[in-house]
């Protein structure tokens, strides 16, 4: 699969954490580089290529406006700014999204999305993901799971072989999964391909019985078809 190699350029390190988080979630992209200070951004672009670079604009070494300056159009941009002001100024130059802070994962799905559509290669479906779950990062095979379990503020993945209990939502999960994946309850996601049969009112996967909620369930048989 090609790749869309980052760059992150923020002052704050909990902005970078979140969005190296972020990117992580995302199979396409590949982090190539990190830092507060824009200036070692700077030198590392004179001998590393990247595509994309997620920049803040206010820092205090330099602005981000400045810093597309000196890069130039070449690359392109993913603003991020606690001050939306920024944003006219910003898209003066390759900017592909501007992100207002604090980020949600859902509205840097969406950028991404927009970014996809500047780059001339083909994306190829994503076979995997990767989650955090008891303080290690897992990859996960899309082919691997069964159903996916909404847990108060937390999900279970629940695969052929292991379960996953992860911080996020199942609202997260649908935007991450690929097509054959369908939400049959509220507190539920399963995977299509695993299901053996349904039945009034549940399917049956390999060891597991899931309830269909009423109001899925037409969009369920829908799907099948």
Request: aromatic share 12%.
């Amino acid at each position: 699969m090609n790749k869309i190699k980052c760059i992150i350029v923020d002052d704050e390190p909990l902005a970078i954490s979140l969005l190296e988080h972020y990117v992580e979630k995302i199979p396409f992209l590949e982090l190539v580089f990190s830092t507060e200070n824009p200036i070692l951004a700077l030198e590392y672009l004179q001998k590393n290529d990247s595509d994309l670079i997620f920049l803040d604009i206010q820092m205090p070494e330099l602005t981000g406006i400045n810093f597309m300056k000196i890069v130039g159009p070449d690359q392109k941009y993913i603003l991020t700014t606690a001050y939306s002001e920024y944003a006219l100024e910003g898209y003066e130059h390759n900017v592909v999204d501007y992100l207002l802070k604090p980020i949600s994962f859902e509205r840097f799905q969406k950028s991404i999305s927009k970014a996809q559509e500047r780059f001339p290669f083909p994306q190829e479906e994503n076979t995997h993901f990767f989650v955090k779950s008891s303080g290690q990062r897992h990859r996960i095979g899309f082919n691997e799971i069964l159903y996916i379990e909404s847990i108060k503020d937390y999900v279970n993945i629940r695969t052929e072989a292991n379960e996953f209990i992860v911080l996020d939502t199942l609202k997260s999960m649908e935007n991450q999964l690929p097509e054959r994946f369908v939400r049959i309850h509220k507190s539920f996601i399963v995977n299509l391909d695993k299901i053996k049969s349904i039945g009034a009112k549940k399917v049956i996967l390999p060891e597991y019985e899931i309830p269909i909620g009423e109001s899925y369930r037409a969009n369920l048989l829908d799907r099948l078809k």
